[in-house]
């Protein structure tokens, strides 16, 4: 991944969260409360990256020059907004909301990522066999939790917020 790709991504997903804030009708302290969560998952991330290197799980074609590391961690505080829309879901459907979510991206993750390094090869290889794929998808169970917590954690639960609905409350 070349820092140009970086500079695209953190754009791109800068203007996704802006428009998921605007449709989720997110307060300032969900918003922050989202990007603080992203910029979590950015650190763990790189710990998550460089384990699967040292395993032999994957080889990523990333620089480990602090200026690479510190741009590839601010790129992911805007994907902040997958946070915004996992509250709105803990918010409707609870905790089976989010298990549900979280299975999900357990599945999809390695599908998601397997298809982006068949787009990009030069980004990186995975190693044969099925320890990448699991891997891959504790990846996704473990920033998750992380994003979706601090998230929590700065921004209140879900079912506290004003405009939760009760389950004796009609829609």
Known sequence: MTTQQLYFFGCLYLVILAVVAVLMRATPRRIAGAMVGGAVVGVALLGIVAIGEKAGWWHMAITWQPYFLTL??????????????????????????LAVVTLVAAVLGPVRDYRYMATFPEWGAYAPGLAPVFAISVAYVILGILGHGTMRLVAGPAPADRLARRPWEPA
């Open 72 to 97: 590839m961690c601010i790129g992911t505080i805007p994907g902040g907004f997958v946070f915004l829309i996992t509250w709105r879901i803990a918010r409707r459907f609870g905790g089976r909301g």
